[in-house]
């Protein structure tokens, strides 16, 4: 056999028993997965207010639409579209002359029914000893006191009809009953206005305090009363495009429940010192009925929905994961309080969810957990 030819057989041989070890050996070595990357936190305990959340939607305190009380034109406007008004302050001036003239007309019926009342006095002054005397009959002396008597009420009559002349005088000066906000003037000078018309000149809605009307389900209403036993109830009213919400104190709770919702209605009542609350405006309530003292607690981006509720995922002292189902009481400033399925002191997937499996092993650093862990605790 020529020395080629047996280098040849010697290399497929040597192939062949390769292959045989491999396949005695069940083919390639099984894949490891690799770690994911992760960060973790710590559940803590935590001393948490229990909230109950609902809609809700300001109102106005106190709301009048202004009204002119005299017929007239109407001549100046004080204020603008939307500014903030004192109570008394003026607002609007009808044209005074015709109340001025009507004034003036009272005064003078006033004058002259008070010349004949200094009349009739002085007659019955004078005659009343010669009637005593005899020198005067009893039904001229009865004349002169009647006489007296229907002065002195023409006189009252005078004096009530210039009270009134000047009352409506008055009226022409219109000024705000109360303090508020103004919305837009819908009369303007040189209109005729006519008395107690349908069509206000302004409306102005008070701004400050406030209230913020909104409904709890009719369970919460035990918690609530005893509650309010111990201490105002506060309530917070959250504001898109705010920070921070708005701090109140609940002022009404209703007398009944209404049955066809099964809610109980409250309102709140804010100071609104900045403005930030308008009527009408629709807002997030939150109010306070209590605390828990040793509430388990971690941020709510650690728990996960799925189609069998929530869960998170646990590191366990081998560093893989573990799937938990969770039972979530509520969320308090990105806070979730865990009523079931997890003990303070656990380490759970904060970040990087997406990625992780049932058992996935996981990759993360020690100190930023511990960090996280000191920071939910405080």
């Known amino acids: 056999m020529p020395p080629t ?35 973790v936190t710590q559940a803590a305990v935590r001393d948490m207010p229990v909230l109950v959340s609902a809609p809700g939607s300001v109102e106005t305190i106190n709301s009048v639409a202004v009204t002119s009380q005299v017929d007239g034109q109407l001549l100046e406007s004080f204020v603008r579209d939307g500014a903030d008004v004192a109570q008394g302050q003026l607002l609007f001036r009808i044209d005074p002359r015709p109340a001025q003239a009507a004034l003036q007309q009272a005064q003078a019926a006033l004058a002259k029914d008070q010349a004949t009342l200094t009349q009739a006095r002085s007659q019955v002054e004078r005659y009343k000893d010669v009637a005593a005397k005899g020198y005067l009959s009893a039904d001229q002396m009865e004349q002169y006191r009647t006489n007296l008597g229907v002065a002195l009420g023409a006189v009252k009559v005078d004096e009530a009809n210039v009270a009134a002349a000047k009352l409506t005088l008055g009226y022409t000066d219109i000024r705000a009953p109360i303090a508020g906000r103004i919305g837009r003037i819908l009369i303007q000078p040189g209109n005729v206005v006519k008395a107690n018309d349908t069509n206000p000149l302004v409306t102005i809605n008070q701004i400050e305090p406030v209230y913020v009307n909104f409904a709890l389900p009719s369970a919460q209403l035990g918690r609530m009363l005893a509650a309010q036993k111990a201490a105002p109830l506060a309530v917070r009213a959250n504001v898109i495009g705010l920070d921070q919400p708005v701090e109140g104190r609940v002022a009404f709770i209703d007398n009944a429940v209404d049955t066809s919702t099964g809610t109980i209605r409250l309102r709140g009542e804010f100071a609104n010192e900045e403005h930030v609350l308008w009527p009408g405006q629709l807002v997030g309530v939150s109010l306070t009925l209590g605390h828990d003292a040793n509430a388990v607690v971690l941020p709510d981006a650690a728990v996960q929905n799925g189609p069998n509720g929530t869960y998170v995922f646990v590191v366990k002292p081998d560093r893989s994961a573990e799937q938990r189902t969770v039972k979530v009481a509520r969320v308090v400033e990105g806070q979730a309080v865990i009523e079931s399925g997890l003990a303070a002191g656990e380490t759970v997937v904060l970040d990087g969810q997406s990625r992780v499996q049932d058992g996935s092993p996981l990759a993360f650093d020690d100190k930023p957990a511990a960090a996280r862990a000191e920071e939910a605790a405080r």
């Open 5 to 39: 030819d047996f280098r040849h057989r010697r290399l497929a041989a040597a192939a062949l028993a390769a292959s045989l070890v491999a396949a005695c050996s069940g083919g390639q070595a099984p894949h490891v997965p690799s770690p994911v990357p992760v960060t």
